[in-house]
């Protein structure tokens, strides 16, 4: 296969082992490796980009974020690409989310370019992840008050009817929005056509990258549309059945045990 010359890897339940965290050392020596071998690094991920500084701020060399599950795309502190859903779309599928009973998540939120908004008194199904996640977060009165540019609309539903949910959401809504489990009862509502995989591509393209040339790891079916795009798609030892489908590679180990970085190990020794 063509030389690997960008990776591109999802955060929670991929580069992340369950206690939230990583092998610092380890990774900051990859980074340098990788700068030599003029690989690039992006992070990928339907978080939001104020969490992802956090979470990479022990290795403060990781500088481009494909936030927002594509919506959202920074490098080096420059915003590159944005796409974000229109209001009045917004507001529409809000209003219906919350009027019909079958679709009501137990919250909604909608992640903007200033926040995080969520209904004062609406209880997420674990508040410590809400509190993990979200360090950015607006109380409002109403969600259809809301004026920002918004990248996002996330609900929680019971963790067992997500796939089910989100395949109910696309078809509620057909050409307004894209709905994808993102894991954790949690179900991501983005631009129609937007996926990590056109936010990847978009970056590589101006990087000069095709995307045989690019290495992706995920583990949730949020991930599936950027591991089916690339030239060596990376699935998770602990990830999903249908994201395993579409992979071209299993990791050996998985997210607690330095999945992502053996992998990474292997690229760099050009033995994947």
């Known amino acids: ?31 340098q490796r990788l700068t030599a071998a003029n690989i690039r690094f992006v992070v990928a991920s339907g978080n939001h980009l104020g969490h992802l500084h ?18 959202l795309i920074v490098d080096h502190g420059q915003t590159l690409f944005e796409t974000a859903i229109p209001l009045p ?7 219906a989310i919350l009027a019909d009973d079958t679709i009501r998540p137990q919250v909604l939120r909608l992640s903007g370019a200033h926040g995080t908004y969520v209904v004062q008194g609406n209880q997420p199904l674990d508040p410590d992840a809400q509190d993990y996640f979200i360090d950015n977060l607006v109380t409002v ?36 929005i894209h709905a994808t489990a993102s894991g954790f009862g949690s ?19 101006a990087w ?22 690339v030239g060596l798609g ?8 249908s994201v395993k489908r579409v992979a071209n590679l299993l990791t050996p180990t998985d997210n607690d045990h330095d999945g992502v970085l053996n992998v990474i190990d292997a690229i760099l020794a050009d033995e994947v």
Not at 187 to 205: C, E, F, R, S, V
Request: hydrophobic residues 40%.
């Open 1 to 31: 296969m063509p030389k690997i010359k960008m990776i591109a890897t999802d955060v929670d339940g991929t580069f992340l082992n369950h206690d939230r965290d990583y092998n610092h050392a380890r990774f900051a020596q990859q980074l």
């Open 54 to 71: 956090k979470v990479f701020a022990p290795t403060p060399a990781v500088q481009t974020f494909v936030a927002e599950n594509g919506g």
């Open 89 to 95: 779309t917004v507001r529409e599928v809000v209003h």
């Open 141 to 176: 009165p109403d969600l259809l008050t809301v004026d920002d540019t918004i990248y996002k609309i996330n609900g929680e539903w019971p963790n067992d009817s997500i796939q089910a949910m989100a395949a109910k959401l696309n078809q509620r809504f057909p050409q307004q």
């Open 187 to 205: 179900i991501d509502i983005i631009a129609p056509h937007m996926n990590k995989a056109i936010g990847i591509t978009q970056l590589a393209q």
């Open 208 to 229: 000069g990258i095709a995307p045989s040339e690019i290495a992706a790891f995920g583990d949730n079916d949020n991930d599936q549309e950027m591991l089916r795009h």
């Open 234 to 241: 990376v699935a998770m030892r602990n990830g999903t059945d």
